[in-house]
């Protein structure tokens, strides 16, 4: 019982480390993120690709008002999973970030530059008393002189840098299969079918094109752009992953 309150003293402090060296409410920040639907990101010579599950939880609810997946810059987009709200304050962070580069010195910001930016602002949220850490994961992804990059931001300020990744649900059935299919020869038309294979490995191998969103930052261009339903839908039957209606009555 000793044992057990005090845990429970180690949970109320953001900033207080128990002694063991952990850091519970950062540790229950990326239990918020596994509770959030998916995000995938997959990174090729050709660019990088953003697909997210967009599951609507009641068919009044407006298609349009769920977001995941964002842009940052002209060439670079942003996937969450977790807490959307936080997930919003931290894509408005990224935006004023790289207007600001752009306006002070006269370039777009780095994909890298902008992420650590983005992780040293989470990283404050676990030393500050009063405040609780971002229950949120990113994906950044983008192209800068001509080179694609994918980034993972953690609740505890954390960067990484990924050739495939996934966060939120299923991460561990999404990371195996990214493991196993993915390949460095992948051209971007093949990076879309792997993140659309990805999401339906863990969905009955079936797909709306509504409930999925779709976006790429193409290497050449170094332009982000978001896929819409028609050409999610066509990528979906090209791979046999589209749901047909008795999927979605199910």
Not at 69 to 80: C, F, L, P
Not at 96 to 125: P, S
Not at 185 to 196: F, K, V
Not at 205 to 232: H, I, K
């Amino acid at each position: 019982m000793q044992g057990q309150n005090q845990q429970q003293a180690y949970d109320r402090g953001s900033t207080i480390f128990s002694p063991d060296g952990r850091l519970y409410q950062v540790e229950y920040a990326r239990e918020a993120v596994k509770r959030g639907t998916a995000s995938i990101g997959v990174r090729t010579s050709g660019g990088v690709v953003l697909a997210v599950d967009k599951r609507i939880r009641s068919p009044l609810m407006e298609r349009s008002s769920v977001e995941k997946i964002h842009k940052a810059d002209d060439h670079i987009g942003i996937a969450s999973a977790g807490h959307v709200a936080d997930a919003r304050q931290l894509i408005d962070l990224a935006r004023r970030r790289a207007q600001i580069n752009q306006l002070r010195y006269e370039e777009r910001i780095g994909v890298e530059t902008l992420t650590k930016e983005i992780t040293d602002h989470i990283q404050r949220y676990t030393q500050v008393g009063g405040a609780r850490p971002f229950g949120v994961a990113l994906i950044i992804a983008g192209v800068a002189d001509g080179e694609p990059r994918l980034y993972e931001t953690d609740p505890s300020g954390t960067p990484y840098e990924w050739k495939a990744l996934a966060v939120g649900a299923d991460r561990a059935d999404t990371r195996a299969y990214l493991e196993e299919h993915y390949s460095e020869t992948l051209a971007l038309d093949g990076a879309i079918g792997l993140a659309l294979e990805t999401l339906a490995s863990v969905n009955d191998d079936a797909l709306a094109p509504e409930a999925v969103g779709l976006a790429t930052v193409d290497a050449e261009t170094e332009q982000f752009r978001t896929l819409s339903d028609e050409e999610t839908e066509t990528h979906l039957a090209e791979r046999d992953l589209l749901a047909d209606d008795e999927d979605l009555e199910e």
